[in-house]
């Protein structure tokens, strides 16, 4: 994919995440979805498992599981079905997926160019704080349109 393309892609992306309310996408009800619908529905753990076709101590343990974030998705999605809902999967990025890219360019530029300013210091041809400043913003630059190797190691 070209730089244009990923760079609208992140955009359209960006811009259907933010259409979506965010207390909505981050908020789990603290006895976990399952349970809190199962309740709303005014439907028994035991009913649930029937629908299920598992044991009662399979849907605590499913419920449990969801509250402490060990559920499987192949498991809630069951759940979901049984309880005639439709399970949503989404991952919702802390800022801007630009911003991200942006911010990681920058990041590995910084530690690109330390290390070649350290040694161009050893050799007494250190270069000045705009310099480096201007060296940093091209090599994020050209590092943002390479797109994936940005992500090739840690910062």
Avoid at 42 to 65: F, I, K, P, Y
């Amino acid at each position: 994919m070209s730089t244009p393309q990923r760079e609208l892609q992140r955009r359209q992306l960006d811009r259907a995440l933010s259409s979506i309310p965010r207390d909505l996408l981050l908020h789990r009800p603290a006895r976990g979805w399952i349970r809190e619908i199962r309740d709303a529905l005014g439907m028994s753990a035991a009913e649930l498992a029937r629908r299920l076709g598992v044991r009662r101590a399979t849907v605590a343990q499913m419920e449990r599981d969801e509250t402490t974030g060990a559920i499987t998705l192949k498991r809630l999605e069951r759940a979901a079905e049984a309880l005639e809902c439709s399970l949503g999967y989404i991952l919702v990025p802390k800022r801007p997926l630009g911003e991200i890219v942006r911010s990681r360019a920058y990041q590995v530029a910084s530690r690109l160019m330390g290390q070649v300013d350290q040694t161009m210091a050893l050799e007494a041809q250190a270069t000045s704080k705009e310099e480096q400043a201007r060296a940093i913003d091209d090599l994020a630059a050209d590092l943002t349109r390479q797109g994936r190797k940005l992500w090739r190691d840690q910062p």
